[in-house]
């Protein structure tokens, strides 16, 4: 059985950081790509960051570009989101997936549960 679980979420100022984890079981995750999406209150879900399977190319979405970066740790099975610099925009709940590098939700066939990220003014 295939799982992905994130932590790390919170609230935080803005200004702030704060680092998600993605732990996953039931799959190699460096075989696959890793993306993270994020979606607010009465938004659709939208890309963050993407990790090539190798990891050799990452991609990131305008907005969260040079603030956020997007890891992994092949031995440990895990992925990470660093967010420096966060702004009141950020606030979303996170998601972690895998499966394609695409920017597009539909290319990713495993998803977590999500964590929450506020970041107050």
């Known amino acids: 059985q295939v799982q992905l679980v994130e932590s790390g979420g919170g609230l935080v100022q803005a200004g702030g950081s704060l680092r998600l984890s993605c732990a996953a079981s039931g799959l190699t995750f460096s075989t696959y790509a890793m993306g993270w999406f994020r979606q607010a209150p009465g938004k659709e879900r939208e890309f963050v960051a993407a990790l090539r399977w190798n990891g050799a190319n990452t991609y990131y979405a305008d907005s969260v570009k040079g603030r956020f970066t997007i890891s992994r740790d092949s031995a440990k099975n895990t992925g990470f989101l660093q967010m420096n610099s966060l702004k009141p925009e950020d606030t979303a709940v996170y998601y972690c997936?895998?499966?394609?590098?695409?920017?597009?939700?539909?290319?990713?066939?495993?998803w977590g549960q999500g964590t929450q990220v506020t970041v107050s003014s």
């Open positions: 997936a895998a499966g394609q590098f695409r920017t597009d939700p539909l290319a990713y066939r495993y």
